[in-house]
């Protein structure tokens, strides 16, 4: 999850903003779809121990 949507997040969490709530989290679940959709899952990154 970027930084700004986290904090933004909280912010809103903090403030009881249910608007927000629901708008932000509507954002962060197309956001995860546009990135897993251009992610290669067949030819994932190798990662050094």
Known sequence: MPD??????????????????????EAYYRYRQRRDSHYDWSNPPHTVP
Do not use: H
């Not at 700004?4 to 989290?25: E, G, H, P, T």
């Open 4 to 25: 700004w949507l986290c904090k933004q997040l909280k912010r809103a969490f903090y403030n009881r903003d249910v608007q927000s709530i629901v708008m932000l989290n």
